[in-house]
């Protein structure tokens, strides 16, 4: 969860941020989203139909990076609530486009990135280490 950053406008409290980088955070939130869209006045009005926002340069699968958008659709006669919505596609196709991550950040990522890769791989193995011990208990008892 990232806090807001000191001095600035951030999203409305009904939202979360969710990043690794709070330098990301802050640089893809930006003011413009913040008073069309994520602000406090502007989710009232336009967010309600908002669900999440995931930006991403570690997606499994053929495309690494990878922007996904969740939206409810409203009823007919309320297509026009989405408008706003909508416009952050393009937004941030362009601004993730252009953004270059400082090294610092960088390294930041990449060191959390390998102490999760590590955690996980660890439980893994217990995991195993434990199917294991079940099969030869299993084994000793003559199942």
Request: hydrophobic share 35%; glycine share 6%; charged share 30%.
């Amino acid at each position: 969860m990232v806090s807001p950053p000191a001095g600035r406008k951030w999203v409305s409290e009904e939202l979360a941020v969710i990043s690794e980088s709070k330098e990301v955070a802050g640089d893809m939130i930006t003011d413009t989203v913040l008073d069309q869209v994520f602000g406090d006045k502007a989710l009232d009005k336009y967010g309600k139909n908002f669900r999440s926002m995931h930006i991403s340069d570690q997606h499994p699968g053929k495309h690494r990076k990878m922007l996904l958008f969740k939206f409810s659709l409203p009823d007919a006669k309320h297509m026009d609530d989405l408008v706003r919505l909508v416009t952050l596609i393009p937004y941030y196709i362009d601004l993730v486009g252009r953004y270059r991550l400082s090294s610092q950040a960088r390294n930041k990522s990449e060191s959390g990135r390998q102490k999760a890769a590590e955690e996980a791989y660890k439980e893994l193995q217990n995991a195993r280490q434990k199917c294991q011990g079940r099969k030869r208990q299993k084994k000793e008892q003559g199942w």
